[in-house]
């Protein structure tokens, strides 16, 4: 069973950085697809970026620039760094893991059957 935990939210001013962390387990696949989703307050999840085992990265085209998707292979750690924080940035954090079903694309929800708690962030002006 996989299993994610996010940690690095917190409250910034605007212009800030933040760096989340994804601790993950019990992914047993060679290769593998994780991402990166926020939910502001009163919308939908939405994507920010994907990566897989081999290092490939995608973004959604609004947040490339300001936001990197990273990660240590060896300690089982995702990253998401994120730059020139906005009080848009503002939402829950979370990582997800692709171990079955159906793939519809790196920042589709659908895409992913496993997902972490979630971490907020929370930018001020």
């Known amino acids: 069973q996989v299993q994610l935990e996010e940690s690095g939210g917190g409250s910034v001013q605007a212009g800030g950085s933040l760096r989340l962390s994804c601790a993950f387990s019990g992914y047993t696949y060679t290769s593998y697809c994780m991402g990166w989703f926020r939910q502001p307050p009163g919308k939908e999840r939405e994507g920010i970026a994907g990566?897989?085992?081999?290092?490939?990265?995608d973004y959604v085209e609004s947040l490339k620039g300001r936001f990197t998707i990273s990660q240590d292979i060896a300690k089982n750690i995702l990253y998401l760094q994120m730059n020139n924080l906005q009080p848009e940035d503002t939402a829950m954090y979370f990582c997800?893991?692709?171990?079955?079903?159906?793939?519809?694309?790196?920042?589709?929800?659908?895409?992913?059957?496993?997902w972490g708690q979630g971490t907020q962030v929370t930018v001020s002006s």
């Open positions: 990566t897989n085992r081999e290092g490939r990265t």
């Open positions: 997800a893991a692709a171990s079955s079903g159906t793939w519809f694309g790196f920042d589709r929800p659908g895409s992913y059957n496993n």
